[in-house]
């Protein structure tokens, strides 16, 4: 099938990571994937919830959320708390951001990662992990700088990519025009050195064979490598003497 700008089945869509976006927030990024655009920002606290307290651990965690006029249509401010479909979403992000967090690195204090739908075209929960994480990178290097901390807590990098089967084709990074004709659609988190955090896959109409699943996650982890070189050169250029400093994940 032909792709918008003619892209192959394996192809990621035009990725950027801009950083350092919000000049408050401990660490924040824009991050672009296609026509989907999310401001994802890392805000430190002193605190950890109360069910920490006794550990000496810190804490991650995650919130989501999409503008009025981020799609075709505007939507509803969730103003008497997150919905269904908003809670799923964040919590998704929190367990991915928290699968490479040293906590007792971190030490007592919370760290909150906002992702901010600016523009949806597909893949806003993937593509809120890939820039959430870039978020939390440039947080805890702000804690190091700082002498807060003496260890960067971030034991390792984490992206996330979807993937399906769309006209009986298996293909890689869905845009919304893909996604709601899938008959297979699937969000793949896993480690930058490939190792799974969590896959959510699911048939849309009829049920789909094994091979279908290895070919989707062939083409996920292939696309997380890709995913993570965005988000290191992202790094990079932001912070040339980070690994001068000590300060890259462990």
Do not use: K
Not at 20 to 31: F, N, Q, R
Not at 34 to 50: K, N, W, Y
Not at 100 to 114: M, N
Not at 156 to 173: F, I, Y
């Amino acid at each position: 099938m032909a792709r918008y700008q003619d892209r192959s089945p394996d192809a990621i869509r035009d990725m950027s990571v801009e950083v350092d976006w919000s000049p408050h927030a401990e660490g924040s990024c824009l991050v672009t994937a296609g026509s989907t655009r999310i401001l994802c920002t890392a805000s430190v606290e002193e605190t950890v919830p109360r069910w920490r307290e006794e550990r000496g651990e810190g804490w991650v965690t995650a919130e989501y959320a999409m503008l009025p006029r981020a799609t075709h249509t505007r939507n509803s401010r969730e103003r008497d708390g997150a919905r269904g479909r908003t809670q799923e979403i964040q919590r998704l992000i929190g367990r991915a951001l928290r699968s490479v967090v040293d906590f007792h690195a971190l030490g007592p204090r919370t760290i909150t990662v906002d992702c901010d739908v600016l523009q949806a075209d597909g893949g806003t929960r993937t593509a809120s992990i890939t820039g959430g994480w870039v978020a939390l990178f440039l947080a805890c290097d702000s804690l190091m700088r700082a002498g807060a901390i003496r260890h960067h807590p971030l034991t390792g990098g984490v992206a996330a990519v979807s993937v399906g089967v769309v006209d009986g084709e298996s293909l890689l990074d869905l845009d919304y025009a893909e996604d709601v004709r899938a008959q297979v659609d699937m969000n793949v988190v896993a480690t930058h050195d490939g190792r799974l955090v969590e896959v959510q896959g699911t048939a849309e109409g009829d049920p789909f064979p094994r091979v279908a699943m290895d070919e989707m996650m062939d083409l996920a982890l292939a696309g997380v490598v890709r995913l993570a070189r965005v988000q290191r050169e992202a790094l990079q250029r932001a912070m040339p003497s980070r690994a001068a400093a000590g300060t890259e994940p462990r």
